[in-house]
């Protein structure tokens, strides 16, 4: 469904609290004076429509406005860097499995480079669980970064997605060591639930224990690194004994915004990344698809 964004007006308060309601226990609920308030705290407050009706909202607050939600306050600790929170998040039942959340991430992405500001973060529920929105922003590129347990005993997922371009991201290519493993794992399951979306969650879960133990046996793997030293994707030789594992170039799903559609799985081509794996003695990375997994289904 295609649908309009455009930024919250007061005549939309009506439905935002209908939408709002329907989508309990996932967002917190709201009344009028909530979303009069949080709307005017918000940097970036839109509404998706339709010809006819509001059919979602999305709420998202800078590092820099003074607010004590307990997930914000969370992220405030963690980071230095500026980032925006997306507070509320929701579509009316009628409309979900549309593509509207993914339009309205979409507008709030392009707006927040716009605000210069190219860290996001949200809070999704592990319980109560929402496996929907789990599913959604791992696919849209968020990765999981801690856990908080709030005052009224939800414990809730805490994600980020960073969004510089992919010029700006990246430092140096350089070998991996035993403390890179849990980022290394955390990089092969992003990109394999943004890009493979034949694999039912069975499948994934069957790969996983494979997976980590390979890849601390995997040697030599090189990775590009972010100005932080942060791992955004590897590379690695076939693995004998899991051939069917997706392993040569592999990158985090936060960078596959930024990159263009290509046979490599998830793509690099024509970045020059490649190429540079031969001054490490690595040979040239194969563009093809590394394992049968690799059918580079981007959508």
């Known amino acids: 469904m295609s649908v309009h964004i455009r930024q919250v007006r007061s005549e939309d308060f009506d439905e935002i609290l209908k939408i709002n309601a329907e989508s309990s226990p996932h967002v917190a609920k709201l009344d009028h004076e909530d979303v009069r ?40 600790a963690r980071f230095d860097e500026p980032f925006l929170y997306i507070d509320q998040v929701a579509v009316c039942a009628k409309a979900r499995g549309a ?29 109560p669980a929402n496996p929907v929105s789990m599913g959604f922003h ?23 997605k960073e969004t510089l371009p ?13 403390q890179d493993l849990p980022r290394l794992f955390q990089v092969w399951e992003s990109s394999v639930r943004a890009t493979h979306a034949f694999l039912t969650e069975a499948d994934i879960q069957s790969l996983i224990r494979l997976v980590k133990t390979e890849l601390a046996n ?16 590897f590379l690695g030789p076939r693995i004998a004994s899991a051939k069917m594992l997706p392993i040569g170039v592999v990158a985090s799903a936060e960078m596959l915004p930024a990159m263009a ?11 020059g990344y490649g190429d540079q794996d031969d001054t490490l003695g690595a040979g040239r990375t194969d563009q093809r698809c590394p394992a049968t997994l690799h059918r580079c289904n981007r959508r």
């Open 166 to 178: 992919v010029s700006s991201v990246f430092r140096a290519i350089t070998k991996t060591n035993e």
């Open 99 to 127: 593509s509207i959340a993914s339009q309205m991430y979409a507008s709030l992405q392009q707006r927040s480079r716009e605000l210069g500001i190219f860290t996001l973060g949200c809070g999704v529920n592990l319980h």
């Open 261 to 271: 559609p290509a046979t490599m799985a998830p793509p690099l081509p024509g970045r």
């Open 37 to 76: 308030r949080l709307t005017a705290l918000a940097s970036i407050a839109l509404v998706a429509t339709d010809s006819v009706r509001v059919v979602g909202y999305v709420l998202a607050i800078s590092s820099s406005i003074v607010y004590e939600g307990e997930e914000f306050q969370s992220f405030l």
């Open 138 to 160: 791992r696919k849209f590129g968020f990765e999981s970064i801690g856990e908080l347990e709030t005052r009224d005993g939800q414990l809730v997922a805490l994600l980020r």
């Open 218 to 233: 995997c040697k030599p793997i090189y990775c590009l690194r972010g100005v932080d030293g942060r791992l955004f994707a």
